[in-house]
């Protein structure tokens, strides 16, 4: 029973990578059998992680078959606005309830360059990561981290024309020395304008590209 949870796990670790990547097309379906001779996981593990995976709104079964869930633009709108209102609670917590090491965490990752815009993109999902583990409250991590994998399809749509992320990320830096000052409300609202920002600039690059019916 051990190794069929270990290998779940496994399986939705990498497929879950492979769906808000885009390596698995919104739209596409998903074979069992195939998956599992690529994964080299027994097909009960598969099963179950795709299972897992619906639960997290990343794959549907509708009466016949499994398959990737489909991008909507409303999508977009819909989780912006819930990481807007998670996202600024967890700052505001979080200058509240951080420790030295949190501060220590924060502040290198503040310091740390990236090469390229993917690189800078991960660099800014551990920085709301620390955030989140600076408020000290696993709940609010933990929906966090779901609502940024279904966030992550989006903005890979978008990724090839991602030319402010260096801006975004200049940002963060406010962000610590507010947590560190430990003033919750400036905390707040630098963080609800990075988010806000972010997601307005987004959607303008996915409309004016047309970018949802690349994705299929």
Not at 9 to 38: C, F, M, V, W
Not at 68 to 89: C, F, M, P
Not at 101 to 111: K, M, P, Q, R
Not at 127 to 137: T, V
């Amino acid at each position: 029973m051990e190794l069929i949870r270990v290998d779940t796990k496994h399986a939705y670790k990498i497929l879950r990578e492979k769906i808000t990547s885009l390596e698995l097309k919104p739209g596409q379906a998903l074979d069992i059998g195939r998956l599992a001779n690529q994964l080299d996981i027994a097909q009960a593990s598969v099963k179950e992680a795709l299972r897992l995976l619906a639960h997290d709104h990343l794959v549907e079964a509708p009466p016949r078959g499994l398959y990737v869930t489909e991008l909507h633009l409303d999508d977009l709108k819909k989780i912006s606005g819930i990481r807007l209102r998670l996202e600024t609670y967890s700052a505001q917590e979080a200058a509240q309830h951080r420790t030295p090491d949190d501060l220590v965490i924060l502040t290198s990752l503040c310091e740390k360059k990236a090469e390229d815009t993917g690189e800078l993109f991960e660099l800014d999902h551990k920085f709301h990561q620390a955030i989140a583990q600076a408020a000290h409250n696993k709940y609010l991590a933990n929906t966090l981290e779901h609502f940024y994998g279904l966030s992550k399809r989006l903005w890979y749509l978008a990724l090839p024309y991602l030319d402010f992320l260096p801006t975004a990320v200049e940002s963060h830096i406010k962000l610590v020395e507010a947590i560190e000052e430990k003033e919750g409300e400036t905390a707040g609202e630098i963080m609800h304008t990075h988010i806000s920002d972010f997601y307005q600039k987004i959607k303008r690059i996915i409309t004016e590209r047309d970018l949802m019916g690349s994705a299929r």
